[in-house]
């Protein structure tokens, strides 16, 4: 999720597993991740429950959640909660398990001045772009080069609120784009402009930046 290292032989710095749609991480796997000093991260749904989260903080001691699909930021107060009640029954420390926010619709979006406040748990801010395109309605093709006025919009407003929250700033990398030496450029661009890593789609993309 953030940038990887320079080498294209070097691990990201964190995977987010969507458990959504992913397939059950085996320990041989998880190991191998905490071997070569990736953090995982678990990407869960806004509709995560308590008896659901307690299972996977004890079942893969993830280092942190993305929630998907939040259009309040009120509601990393309540995940907040959730996770403090689950780590004290995996008997871990109360806020080990921290919190990074992708900004994926239009209504966290306008609301994003209100995010720093909610958690002390927050690590990262960024956003998804494929999922803001939906969102915004606008042309599926715009996620592909994140040119124009409303993607400029968001990065600002992204890269602003991180800042007031004294965390990560992460900019969206498009999934369409090939890992090339376009995606250094990028990534070089995302430097300038001021974010601290990138939100890569697929591990490939995620080793190239």
Known sequence: ????????????????????????????????LRASGTRLFLKVASSVTG?????????????????????????????????????????L????????????????????QDVPAQSKRMTAIGWDGERLTESLRLPRASSEHLSGPVFSTVRSLVLISARAAGVTALDYVPQRLSPTDAMMRLGALSADDGFDGLFCGTPPMALTV
Not at 59 to 84: C, I, M
Not at 98 to 112: C, E, H, P, Q, Y
Request: aromatic content about 0%; overall charge negative.
């Open 1 to 32: 999720m953030e940038r990887a290292p320079a080498s294209s032989g070097d691990a990201p710095d964190v995977l987010v597993l969507d458990i959504a749609v992913g397939q059950p991480v085996r320990s041989e796997q998880l190991k191998a």
């Open 51 to 91: 008896p659901d989260l307690d299972q996977l903080i004890a079942a893969l001691l993830p280092d942190g959640l993305v929630p998907s699909g939040l259009d309040d930021p009120k509601e990393l107060q309540k995940l907040d909660a959730l996770l403090s009640v689950a780590e004290v029954r995996s008997g």
């Open 93 to 112: 420390a109360e806020g080990q398990t921290g919190i990074a926010l992708l900004v994926d619709n239009a209504r966290m979006l306008s609301k994003l």
